[in-house]
């Protein structure tokens, strides 16, 4: 991680991950799954406090931090590290159709990382944005929960359900979040 994308400990940060080659892995609930359950766990045993979420096809975005004591670097890598390997055992475990294609293109990326053995589901860091003003996170708030609009999935930002929106329209969610104010 390059120094415009260093993080703090106790900042609150706006974070996107991406899946490699923009390949669209969470099409399939079996994948999305992975992801709520891997940052449910993170927050329940890691020290993740959560704000916002939204998965798309491709790509997660986070509002997010970590408790006092945590590093939230060091989380994100396990976070990506344990969905890679659960996403492939998934990929060739279940009926998948594209099966062959999405283990060429995880295999590819690996072997242009020679600190990647097998597989590699994540592209390298995380785009990663300090919340430095009540501005800037109410920006970044709107934009993560309008993606799914924009994407013509859904009307209303709370109906998707891969999405902290619901959280906010006090309609529950997938996951527990830390509302901001």
């Excluded at 998707?160 to 006090?170: F, L, P």
Aim: aromatic residues 12%; charged residues 25%; hydrophobic residues 40%.
């Amino acid at each position: 991680m390059g120094l415009k994308n260093r993080i703090v400990p106790g900042d609150l940060y706006f974070l996107t991950m991406t899946v490699v080659d923009w390949v669209d892995i969470f099409t399939r609930p079996v994948y999305k799954h992975i992801v709520v359950d891997a940052l449910r766990f993170c927050q329940e045993k890691k020290g993740l406090k959560l704000y916002a979420w939204v998965l798309m096809s491709n790509h997660l975005h986070m509002i997010a931090a970590a408790e006092e004591g945590k590093n939230l670097s060091d989380l994100l890598r396990d976070f990506k590290g344990y969905t890679s390997r659960k996403i492939v055992a998934t990929v060739q475990e279940e009926p998948e159709s594209r099966k062959q294609w999405l283990l060429h293109r995880f295999e590819f990326n690996a072997k242009l990382n020679p600190k990647v053995r097998h597989y590699k589901v994540w592209q390298e860091g995380n785009e990663v944005k300090e919340i430095y003003s009540n501005g800037f996170l109410d920006q970044k708030l709107e934009y993560l929960h309008q993606n799914p609009v924009r994407a013509e999935w859904v009307n209303e930002p709370q109906h998707y359900r891969y999405s902290s929106a619901s959280n906010y329209a006090d309609t529950g969610g997938l996951l527990q979040v830390e509302l901001l104010e």
